[in-house]
């Protein structure tokens, strides 16, 4: 199985069939991790950089490792916003990236838009880690890894999830991969926080999150940024705690197997309890480690690479 | 010197004229309209098949000058004015410094008259500083030569101090341009709110905040009995707005931009920086209001809003990018085409909103083809058909989301008080 295409920007244009070959592929590198040497040559010889313009040591981390365990090269560059200050466009500052013969180039902005335009300007694949309210399609994918693997299936699923849609690019990139599988999605947050016409993108909304919660199988919990208080979009931490945030009594409503999902880094005792947080049901460790395999797999396909070969790393290392 | 346009559809909408004449010219006024004119003496050109219409007004251009000299300077906007077909252009006053004071009027109306191209009206800006605090000396401003006042450079937040402009400007009877936006609502925002917005993950503004202000600020007019003209209309409720307030006899004018009944806010799609502009595109649902105010008059007159920006402004991230795009070159063609050939607005209608309307709203002596008017005069080619190039423009910007458009209709020629500034493209 390969995918043809160079970049990922999104799964707004992904078709159901890519994601499918791109969990296929996270699940024969996630078989790696259990082995001694969590490494293949797969992408020896290549050069990949992590061009991140927002601060972010997770999602980083998980890039970094995921092309180290793939033998690439990997460099790591934080531009701050003082650069553009001093002039330096955004433009500019990626064609210095390039110059260093980069492969791939993994890119975080607090802009939406910021990787479509780069995938214009310059020859690198480019890989979407989180753009502005855009989209963060590896995090998408990684939700998609870890509910089929718990649940063995995506399809017909009760998906419910809760918080700051409005600005979450992670929000958008799962509405698009799990509308795509065949989940049933609810979205759950106070109508300010529910960006106009969402609904056309195939998803129900919801404002009461008991009622949404019944029998659900997913409970998606996405994080809030506190600041979004002072703009008025809630009326305080407390109220949104109670009306929006996951605890015991909210989690006993849902599907007694139901999967309890964010994306990190948690507000604990905000969106979510810490009872919930660290029950039996939360996965929100799991998802951190698939986060890996699935990045593993998004910059091997990207590079061209096949899924069947990946037995044929077997016992190699460099 | 004398000079006769032979042979042309002459369509003069201020005195209801449309038919094959001829039109002569002596001494930079219109001497004579009329069938098979013969004068030994005059030059003559022969412009079958041509439209021979007022000189086109574009009432809200950006100079750009003094301030921003490598977006565009006087000089160079002029230029563009003439090869679009464009005989006046009247001038927004977010210049650096401020066109709040005496200065800065003097010094653009004087470039302008140096170029001896399009004629250059300046709009001073309304507060001082444009900050919304203070009004500007609006009488000495005028008096040196405004011939409007806008706060296009920032609108005006605070109600009182907008009553009061209101109230000091009706000694003048000029009218007060709002750019109409509570900035409160727009905040950090980026395109319009919508489902695009939604998908693009973008800030959007409410079209609300465009409507609440064009009703504030007729309210204060129709409260004061001043004239207000409501700049760049892009959303359905401005319309209704505008359209009730003037079945109320309130002295309401309207404009709305080319960019507006031609594209969506789908354009935003790619992230493209030129389809940045504030007001931003709306909806499909905004471009059928729009086609139907320009048909029955609610909206009064088409305006380009004609905004130059350089690479470093547009070349950036969509969130950092400068609002704004460029239309003096593009305004007629994209009219013709959306307009008249779609069949919206017949083509006297289309012309009088390009001259005849604006002229009468800024109180200009213009835009019309009048025994002893200024030959101010716009020939125009309707069935030209080419691709917008922006490589070749006059203006020193090219941010246009109208690059390669397939349009039809172009400026023939165009004439101001009647010297031939531009044929067939080229300035003379």
Known sequence: MQVKRKHLIGLEDTTPEEIETILNTAGSF?????????????LRGHTVVNLFFENSTRTRTSFELAAKRLSADVINFSVSTSSVAKGETLIDTARTIESLESDMIVVRHSCSGVPLLLSKTLKSSIINAGDGMHEHPTQGLLDLFTIKEKKHKIKGLKIVMVGDIAHSRVARSNIYGMTKMGAELTLVAPPTLIPKDIEKLGVKVEYDLRKAAKNADVLYMLRIQLERQKRNLFPSIREFSLLYGMDEDKLRLADKDALV???????????????????????????VTNGIAVRMAVLYLLSGGETNEIDSFSGQSN | MKLILSAGRVIDPANKVNDIL????????????????KDKDAEIIKVNGKIVAPGLIDMHVHLREPGFEYKETIASGVRAAVKGGFTSVACMPNTEPVMDNTAVVELVISKGKKEKLANVFPIASISKGAKGEEISDIGMLIKCGAIALSDDAAPIMNAEIMRRAFEYIKQFDLPIITHCEDKNMTADCVMNESFSSTVLGLRGMASAAESIMV??????ADYIGAPVHIAHVSCKESVEIIRWAKKQGIR?????????????????KNYDTNTKMNPPLRTAEDVLALKAALK???????????????????????????????????????????????????LEKAIE??????????????????????????VIDTEKEYTIDTGKFESKSKNSPFNGWKVKGEAFM??????????EGKIL
Do not use: W
């Open chain 2, 252 to 268: 309401v004018t309207a404009e709305t931009a080319p960019h507006y009944f031609c594209l969506t806010d789908a354009a935003v």
């Open chain 1, 261 to 287: 999902m964010h994306p990190g880094p948690m507000n604990r005792g905000v969106e979510i309890s810490s009872e919930v947080a660290d029950s039996p049901q939360s996965v929100i460790n799991e998802q």
């Open chain 2, 215 to 220: 009703y504030r600020n007729i309210a204060l």
């Open chain 2, 353 to 378: 909103k390009l001259s005849y309307s604006p002229a009468k709203i800024l109180r200009l002596n213009r835009g019309t083809l009048s025994l002893g008017a200024a030959a101010d005069i716009s």
């Open chain 2, 296 to 346: 029955d008059d609610t909206l009064d007159c088409i305006a380009s809003d004609h905004a130059p920006h350089g690479r470093t402004d547009k070349e950036l991230e969509f969130n950092y990018a400068a609002f704004g795009i460029i239309g003096l070159e593009t305004m007629l063609a994209l009219t013709l085409t959306e307009l008249v050939h779609k069949k919206i607005l017949t």
């Open chain 1, 30 to 42: 996630k078989s790696i991790f259990n082995r001694k040497i969590k490494k293949v040559p797969a």
């Open chain 2, 22 to 37: 001829d039109l002569l010219i002596e001494d930079g006024k219109i001497k004579k309209v009329g069938k098979g004119i």
């Open chain 2, 414 to 423: 165009t004439i101001i008080d009647g010297n031939i500034k531009m044929k």
